[in-house]
């Protein structure tokens, strides 16, 4: 399976995310959904802050120009939203799997999908 069916396959085909990408540790995005143009130092900087939660705690999370307030995270997971969008986002051990969402989804069926992913992918390596 490429990286664009993940994304459209398993993320997309859900109907619990809305818009999604695929990137590498690095910031080069391997997949992404039509309309979703975030770009390599916002996935660089969405990367740092699973690391270090201050990063995005003062200035919140950045994807395709637009900033989300900064919820929750560990060193795996990061949750943020502004309005009714909603962002979970998932570290692996070389990829960074992002997702939007939008009401009526609710937060914990765009977790499921993006966390159940997630796992799949370090289950290969990844």
């Known amino acids: 399976m490429s990286w664009q069916d993940y994304v ?3 993320l997309l ?3 619990c995310v809305t818009k999604a990408c695929i990137a590498g540790l690095d910031g080069n995005v391997w997949a992404k959904s039509d309309g979703f143009e975030v770009s390599k130092d916002e996935i660089t900087r969405l990367v740092s802050g699973f690391d270090n939660q201050d990063v995005l705690t003062g200035t919140g999370v950045t ?3 637009q900033r989300y307030i900064y919820l929750s995270g560990t060193d795996r997971v ?3 939203k502004l309005g009714k969008v909603g962002v979970h986002c998932m570290k692996t051990q070389q990829a960074v799997v992002v997702s ?3 009401d009526p989804i609710q937060p914990q069926q765009a977790a499921s999908v993006v966390e159940k992913l997630g796992d799949y992918l370090v289950s290969c390596g990844y």
Do not use: I, P, T, W
Request: hydrophobic fraction near 40%; proline fraction near 0%; charged fraction near 35%.
């Open 8 to 10: 459209d396959k398993q």
């Open 78 to 80: 990061v949750r943020a």
């Open 13 to 15: 085909a859900s109907k």
């Open 63 to 65: 994807l395709a120009g």
């Open 100 to 102: 939007l969402y939008e």
